[in-house]
Structures are given as structure tokens and as C-alpha cells.
């Protein structure tokens, strides 16, 4: 039965077994796409392993305006699909817990990586992204952290934040799941009414036809993709979009044309009032 700690200490009082530690870090609303991780992180550490699900809603990455306080919630629920995925615990803990003093005054920066595309569009995003993953790595001690790569940037800024600052941890990314509408699988996706969630899927097609045109170079890829959003933009409803960036997968900085090795393909935009973001990997040329 997956066990439901809810402070350090009672996670750290659970036996912890011989084999490797692996953590899934989430916001909660669990789908299938954190299912997916679940089952890759116990697959990862074997039936002599222990996995741990994180969901803490962490207020440090909402912006003002953004949706907090309708941010789905449904522990009960997401405690059924953990166990059902594998998980040995689920860490469920407080604000206060979390954060014992308040906001915390000393952060993790995310650098210039963080500026960029959701950086810039979300001011200090991942400086609150980048904090809570490092005290969640602190209070669970875990050997392996898996995260899905529909996140593509926070994916992203964390390996980067574990190799700078020498976290003794392995992150592992896990390729997208989506629904058969091709939509990328995501909590917010519960938001869109019935004629949203048709706008909704031009982002993907926008991506799978961008990377269709990838054998004529980086500038083509993104031809390709706008050429949808723009059609898309004047759906009923429309998609608003706010970026689309072909950009270096280990860094975020825009690919030249003549680039080798594999980039990111993202984008955002609102469809209704709904935030949603997408992305997919594309390989150019020899792998560097």
C-alpha cells in the first residue's frame, strides 16, 4: 500500500529498502503523463528500489494573476493512480512544511536560461522552479529524480542546476504523452470547454508539421510551424499565441541555421483563458 507521508521526518522514517531511491516531482492532478514517469521511475530502480511522488503546489512559481488558487487539487484521487503506477510513497507537504519561515529569502537563480521563452513570459519562474526542485531533492534523498520532457526549459534548467551546484542525483527525462487527439497531456487541460480543446490541438499539429520540414534546416522548421498558428489564430476560438522557438535543447538559445544536434520546437499560448505549452525534439545533422 503506498504510504502518505506528509512532513520529512515521517518520509525519512520509512524504511527505505537495498535498492535506489527514485522521486517524481509533481503539482498534483495526477494524469497519465505522471503515471508514465512513475512506471519509468520504478522500472529505473527495480523491485528492491523505493519510489516517491511529490505533490506540493508550489506557490514560488506563480506569477501574479496566474492560477494558484484554482490550481487543481485532488490528493484522494492522485493517491489512486501513484499506487496504481508504482509508487511506494506519495510526499504530500504543507506550505509551512515546505517553506517553514515564510517565502524563502535566499533562492536558486536560474541564470540566463531562465530568462528565456516561459522565463521571459513568466518573470522568476524557474528562480521559484529551481528552488522548491532543490529542497525537494534535500528532504527525499533521492539517487535518481525523473521528469517529463513536456517541460522541456524546467527539464532543462534543472540538469543544468544538478551539474553547476554537484546535486548527487541522476535526472532522467521522460518523452511526452499525449492524448489521441495529440494534445500533450496536462492538468490544465481539464480548463478547455469542448471548442477550446479543438483550438487546443492546432499547437501539436503546428509542432509535428514543423518537424516534418526539418531535412530543409532550422529556418523551414519554423516556416512551417507558424504557418498553422496563423491559421489557427483566426479559429473560434482563436489560439493567442505568445512564442514559438526553435532553440538548442541544452542551453534554450535560438539554433542557426546550419546547427547540429538536437533542439526544442516550443511553443505557448492561451487558447480561452488556458495557458498551455508544448513542445517536441528534433535532431539536425550529426549528433555533436
Known amino acids: 500500500m503506498t504510504q502518505l507521508p506528509r512532513t520529512a521526518d515521517e518520509l525519512l522514517a520509512l524504511p527505505r529498502g537495498e535498492g535506489e531511491r527514485a522521486v517524481v516531482m509533481t503539482m498534483g492532478a495526477l494524469h497519465e503523463g505522471h503515471a508514465a514517469l512513475i512506471?519509468?521511475?520504478?522500472?529505473?530502480v527495480g523491485p528492491d528500489g523505493q519510489v516517491v511522488v511529490t505533490?506540493?503546489?508550489?506557490?514560488l512559481q506563480f506569477g501574479a494573476g496566474e492560477d494558484l488558487d484554482r490550481y487543481p487539487r485532488t490528493l484522494d484521487a492522485d493517491l489512486v493512480v501513484a499506487e496504481k503506477a508504482g509508487a511506494d510513497a506519495v510526499f504530500a507537504p504543507s506550505t509551512d512544511e515546505v517553506y517553514p519561515g515564510g517565502e524563502p529569502q535566499v533562492r536558486i537563480t536560474a541564470g540566463p536560461m531562465g530568462g528565456r521563452l516561459e522565463g521571459a513570459s513568466r518573470p522568476g519562474h524557474f528562480d521559484g522552479v529551481l528552488t522548491v526542485v532543490a529542497k525537494l531533492l534535500h528532504l527525499t534523498r533521492p539517487d535518481?529524480?525523473?521528469f517529463g520532457q513536456k517541460d522541456a526549459q524546467q527539464l532543462a534548467v534543472i540538469t543544468r542546476m544538478v551539474r553547476d551546484?554537484?546535486?548527487?542525483?541522476?535526472?532522467v527525462g521522460v518523452g511526452t504523452v499525449r492524448e489521441g487527439d495529440n494534445v500533450a497531456l496536462s492538468s490544465r487541460n481539464r480548463y478547455l470547454s469542448g471548442?477550446?480543446?479543438?483550438?487546443?490541438?492546432?499547437?501539436?499539429?503546428?509542432?509535428?508539421?514543423?518537424?516534418?520540414?526539418?531535412?530543409?534546416?532550422?529556418?523551414?522548421?519554423?516556416?512551417?510551424?507558424?504557418?498553422?498558428?496563423?491559421?489557427a489564430a483566426a479559429m473560434e476560438p482563436p489560439v493567442v499565441?505568445?512564442?514559438?522557438?526553435?532553440?538548442?535543447?541544452?542551453?534554450?538559445?535560438?539554433?542557426?541555421?546550419?546547427?547540429?544536434?538536437?533542439?526544442?520546437l516550443a511553443v505557448a499560448a492561451k487558447v480561452g483563458s488556458t495557458r498551455l505549452i508544448d513542445n517536441v525534439r528534433i535532431r539536425f545533422g550529426a549528433a555533436r
Open 144 to 146: 535518481v529524480a525523473v
Open 241 to 264: 499565441l505568445d512564442y514559438l522557438a526553435l532553440v538548442d535543447a541544452a542551453d534554450f538559445t535560438d539554433v542557426p541555421d546550419g546547427f547540429t544536434g538536437e533542439a526544442v
Open 39 to 44: 512506471r519509468t521511475a520504478r522500472d529505473r
Open 55 to 59: 505533490v506540493f503546489v508550489n506557490p
Open 195 to 231: 471548442v477550446e480543446r479543438v483550438s487546443a490541438g492546432e499547437l501539436s499539429r503546428a509542432l509535428f508539421t514543423g518537424r516534418q520540414a526539418a531535412s530543409r534546416g532550422p529556418q523551414a522548421v519554423v516556416r512551417a510551424a507558424r504557418a498553422v498558428l496563423d491559421h
Open 165 to 171: 551546484l554537484n546535486f548527487p542525483v541522476e535526472i
